[in-house]
């Protein structure tokens, strides 16, 4: 699935703050870390954005990879820590 394909509001949001980060365009299950994609300051201004964007804390065991690997992670995370 491609980014203009996808009706997920989280994904979506997320594809546009990580194209704004990066200057590059992803797919919803692209591996963000896999070819070196974002640094580690960028990976902490993800945290940071999805934090304050969702209202949540993302924390402990919450901070892991696979939750920020994909934008369909984190929409899966968001959901989780809005329950």
């Known amino acids: 699935m491609t980014a203009s394909e996808t009706t997920d509001p989280v994904v979506v949001d997320l594809l546009g703050f990580l194209t ?17 994609g974002l640094s580690s300051l960028m990976a902490l201004e993800l945290v940071v954005h999805v934090e304050r964007r969702y209202g949540i804390t993302v924390a402990g065991d919450e901070l892991s990879l696979d939750n ?5 992670a984190m929409a899966r995370l ?3 820590l809005q329950s």
């Open 68 to 72: 920020f690997r994909t934008a369909e």
């Open 78 to 80: 968001v959901r989780r």
């Open 20 to 36: 704004g980060l990066t200057k590059a365009e992803h797919a919803p299950d692209e591996d963000l870390f896999a070819a070196g």
